[in-house]
C-alpha cells in the first residue's frame, strides 16, 4: 500500500514541490493552500475550485489530517477555550481571549495556540507539563486551531482574530519547524494576513533555537518565559534552567537583539512568597535591561497538585513598585478563563492515556 502524503503537514514551498511533481500549474498550489490553510478544508471534495479529477487524483496521493474542533468551553469573562481532536485521538487545546472596548465591543481578539501534545520541560506550576510530551504537532494542527477559532471569533465578536501568542500546550521552540512553518503560513497574505508583529512565539529559553530564529531573522515577537530572575529559583521550576541557565540565555537573547533590533517580552507568572519580594523584582529589573524589552507580570491561576499560589495584590503592588522604579517596563496580566481552567499554565488534557516523556524529576 502506498502511503498518502498530509498536505497540511507541508509548508508553502514543499506544498508547491508536491503540486510540481504532479504536474500542476502553480496557481493550482495557491488554491490548495488556501483550502487548507485559510478555509481549513477537511476534504479534497470541499475544494470545488478544483476540476472533479484533480481532486479524485489528489484523494489518491494525499491526505489531509488536522485538528477537528471538539468542545468548546466559554468563560464569563468571554474567554473561550477550544479542544480539537487529533487524526490519533490526542487532543489540544487553545484559547480565544477576547478584550473589550468600555462599550463591551470586542477589541483584541487574542489566540493561545498549542504546538505540542503535551511538554517535555516540566516546569512545576504548569499542568501541561505534568503531561509530559506525547508528540509534535504538525504545521496544519497548528494552523487548524487557529483557522477554527477565528471562525468563531467571526461568528461570536463579529471581526476576525487580531492576534496570535504561541503559548498554549507545548514549548513552541521544541518543535522548531512546524512551529516557523505555521506563522509563516499565518501571515502570509493566503493565509490568515495577520501582521508578524501581532504574532508572538514564546520559549522557556532554548538558546540554539533562540540563536537559529536570530539567524534566519524570523520576523514575528520573542517572548522569553522566565517566571524567576535567579538561577537557583529558575532552577527550584523549570528543570530546564539547570542545562540552560540564565547566562546562556543571556548570550541568545543579546544575540537576538543584535540581529533583529526588535525588544522581546519576558513573561513572569507571580508565585506568592517565592518570586514576589523587592529582592526578584530588582533582578527582574537587571534581566528586563539587558535589551530594549517588556516585562508581563501574570497573575497566576492555581492548579491541582500545585503547590506555588498567585501572589497577594499587596506584594504585588510593592512588586510592581519597585520594578518600575528600577526603570523596567512592565504591565500586570491578569490570567483570562480562569473558570474554564483556560488560564496561563491551566491547559492540560486529563483523559489523555498514560505519561508522556518528561524531564521533570
Ligand atoms: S510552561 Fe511551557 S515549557 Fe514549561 S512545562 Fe508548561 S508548556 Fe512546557
Same mark, same amino acid.
Given at each position: 500500500?502506498?502511503?498518502?502524503?498530509?498536505?497540511?503537514?507541508?509548508?508553502?514551498?514543499?506544498?508547491?514541490?508536491? #503540486?510540481?511533481?504532479? &504536474?500542476?500549474?502553480?496557481?493550482?498550489?495557491?488554491?490548495?493552500?488556501?483550502?487548507?490553510?485559510?478555509?481549513?478544508? $477537511?476534504?479534497?471534495?470541499?475544494?470545488?475550485?478544483?476540476?472533479?479529477?484533480?481532486?479524485?487524483?489528489?484523494?489518491?496521493?494525499?491526505?489531509?489530517?488536522?485538528?477537528?474542533?471538539?468542545? @468548546?468551553? *466559554?468563560?464569563?469573562? &468571554?474567554?473561550?477555550? #477550544?479542544?480539537?481532536?487529533?487524526?490519533?485521538?490526542?487532543?489540544?487545546?487553545?484559547?480565544?481571549?477576547?478584550?473589550?472596548? !468600555?462599550?463591551?465591543?470586542?477589541?483584541?481578539?487574542?489566540?493561545?495556540?498549542?504546538?505540542?501534545?503535551?511538554?517535555?520541560?516540566?516546569?512545576?506550576? #504548569?499542568?501541561?507539563?505534568?503531561?509530559?510530551?506525547?508528540?509534535?504537532?504538525?504545521?496544519?494542527?497548528?494552523?487548524?486551531?487557529?483557522?477554527?477559532? %477565528?471562525?468563531?471569533? !467571526?461568528?461570536?465578536?463579529?471581526?476576525?482574530?487580531? %492576534?496570535?501568542?504561541?503559548?498554549?500546550?507545548?514549548?513552541?521552540?521544541?518543535?522548531?519547524?512546524?512551529?516557523?512553518?505555521?506563522?509563516?503560513?499565518?501571515?502570509?497574505?493566503?493565509?490568515?494576513?495577520?501582521?508578524?508583529?501581532?504574532?508572538?512565539?514564546?520559549? @522557556? &529559553?532554548?538558546? *540554539?533555537?533562540?540563536?537559529?530564529?536570530?539567524?534566519?531573522?524570523?520576523?514575528?515577537?520573542?517572548?522569553?518565559?522566565?517566571?524567576?530572575?535567579?538561577?537557583?529559583?529558575?532552577?527550584?521550576?523549570?528543570?530546564?534552567? !539547570?542545562?540552560?541557565?540564565?547566562?546562556?540565555?543571556?548570550?541568545?537573547?543579546?544575540?537576538?537583539?543584535?540581529?533583529?533590533?526588535?525588544?522581546?517580552?519576558?513573561?513572569?507568572?507571580?508565585?506568592?512568597?517565592? %518570586?514576589?519580594?523587592? !529582592?526578584?523584582? *530588582?533582578?527582574?529589573?537587571?534581566?528586563?535591561?539587558?535589551?530594549?524589552?517588556?516585562?508581563?507580570?501574570?497573575?497566576?491561576?492555581?492548579?491541582?497538585?500545585?503547590?506555588?499560589?498567585?501572589?497577594?495584590?499587596?506584594?504585588?503592588?510593592?512588586?510592581?513598585?519597585?520594578?518600575?522604579?528600577? $526603570?523596567?517596563?512592565?504591565?500586570?496580566? *491578569?490570567?483570562? $478563563?480562569?473558570?474554564?481552567?483556560?488560564? #496561563?499554565?491551566?491547559?492540560?488534557?486529563?483523559?489523555?492515556?498514560?505519561? &508522556?516523556?518528561?524531564?521533570?524529576?
Amino acid at each position: 500500500m502506498t502511503t498518502r502524503i498530509n498536505l497540511s503537514a507541508l509548508n508553502k514551498h514543499e506544498l508547491a514541490g508536491f #503540486c510540481e511533481e504532479l &504536474g500542476l500549474k502553480r496557481y493550482r498550489s495557491d488554491q490548495l493552500f488556501q483550502w487548507i490553510h485559510h478555509k481549513h478544508a $477537511g476534504s479534497f471534495d470541499e475544494m470545488t475550485n478544483l476540476p472533479k479529477s484533480l481532486r479524485g487524483q489528489l484523494a489518491e496521493k494525499a491526505e489531509l489530517k488536522s485538528a477537528t474542533q471538539a468542545t @468548546v468551553s *466559554r468563560s464569563r469573562d &468571554g474567554t473561550i477555550k #477550544c479542544l480539537f481532536r487529533l487524526h490519533d485521538d490526542k487532543l489540544v487545546e487553545a484559547v480565544l481571549i477576547p478584550e473589550f472596548f !468600555e462599550d463591551g465591543v470586542a477589541d483584541r481578539l487574542t489566540v493561545c495556540v498549542s504546538s505540542q501534545v503535551g511538554c517535555v520541560f516540566g516546569c512545576s506550576f #504548569c499542568a501541561t507539563g505534568r503531561m509530559g510530551l506525547f508528540r509534535n504537532l504538525t504545521t496544519g494542527e497548528i494552523t487548524g486551531q487557529v483557522m477554527s477559532i %477565528n471562525t468563531i471569533a !467571526e461568528a461570536e465578536y463579529g471581526k476576525r482574530i487580531t %492576534n496570535i501568542v504561541y503559548m498554549g500546550m507545548g514549548e513552541p521552540f521544541h518543535n522548531y519547524g512546524p512551529v516557523v512553518d505555521s506563522a509563516e503560513i499565518l501571515s502570509d497574505p493566503l493565509g490568515l494576513d495577520l501582521s508578524p508583529r501581532r504574532i508572538t512565539i514564546s520559549t @522557556v &529559553g532554548l538558546t *540554539r533555537q533562540i540563536h537559529e530564529y536570530a539567524d534566519q531573522k524570523r520576523p514575528w515577537n520573542l517572548a522569553i518565559s522566565l517566571h524567576a530572575a535567579d538561577d537557583e529559583k529558575r532552577n527550584k521550576i523549570m528543570p530546564i534552567n !539547570e542545562k540552560l541557565d540564565l547566562s546562556a540565555l543571556r548570550k541568545s537573547i543579546q544575540h537576538y537583539h543584535k540581529m533583529m533590533h526588535q525588544p522581546v517580552t519576558y513573561e513572569y507568572l507571580l508565585f506568592d512568597q517565592f %518570586n514576589d519580594t523587592p !529582592e526578584d523584582a *530588582r533582578k527582574l529589573a537587571r534581566i528586563a535591561h539587558w535589551v530594549p524589552s517588556k516585562v508581563n507580570i501574570i497573575m497566576y491561576n492555581s492548579v491541582d497538585g500545585v503547590t506555588l499560589q498567585r501572589a497577594k495584590e499587596d506584594r504585588l503592588d510593592h512588586f510592581m513598585s519597585e520594578l518600575t522604579r528600577q $526603570g523596567a517596563r512592565a504591565t500586570v496580566r *491578569r490570567s483570562r $478563563g480562569d473558570d474554564i481552567d483556560a488560564g #496561563c499554565g491551566q491547559l492540560a488534557i486529563r483523559e489523555q492515556d498514560g505519561t &508522556g516523556k518528561t524531564m521533570a524529576k
